[in-house]
């Protein structure tokens, strides 16, 4: 066991249709700061300035490090933008020198299921780095739809199922909660 007492540490999949997948790894990057461990969140997808999670993150201090690899619009799934693609990438290939570098405890790769769905990054090249995933580093994945190799290579796998939503209701995404 390692001095933080994560142990050989594990490979997670957060899933589903239901919200709290990237809650779920946040709050998991929360209780790992809270113990000094070196956290660093890459965002896939998401290039939005007024998520609460980035103010939220900058006050945890050095140990947690949060990277956005995307714009702040939807990308088309049939045909995406090839800026959303280099971005992606760019993301993608800094997620590599952390994981294979032994730069963190906890690496969050926030919906990469989704980045890898849409095409943005090849699984294979994913899946070839997360079975180098280092001795005493937790890997969280989110992200709807991880493919089924994820699944079968994760140690946990948690699925998101939606029952009832309010935003079926015409509720938008809500400060603070939300966003």
Partial sequence: MDA????????????GNG???????LG?????????????????????IDYGELNGVRMLGANV???????????NRNSPDAEDV?????????????ILGRQAD???????????????????EVLEVLRQKPDGMELILTGRNAPAAFIELADLVTEM???KHYYSKGIDARVGIER
């Fill in 4 to 15: 933080h007492g994560i142990g050989k540490g594990y490979l997670q999949v957060y899933t």
């Fill in 19 to 25: 919200k709290g997948k990237t809650t779920a790894a």
């Fill in 28 to 48: 998991l990057s929360l209780r790992a700061a809270g113990h000094g461990l070196k956290v660093r969140i890459i965002q896939f997808m998401k290039g939005w």
């Fill in 65 to 75: 490090q949060i990277h956005q690899a995307g714009r702040d619009t939807f990308v």
């Fill in 86 to 98: 280099r971005m992606a990438r760019q993301g993608w290939e800094l997620a590599k020198g952390i």
């Fill in 106 to 124: 906890v690496v969050v790769l926030d919906e990469i299921n989704c980045a890898v769905d849409f095409g943005l990054i090849p699984e294979a």
């Fill in 161 to 163: 199922r939606e029952i």
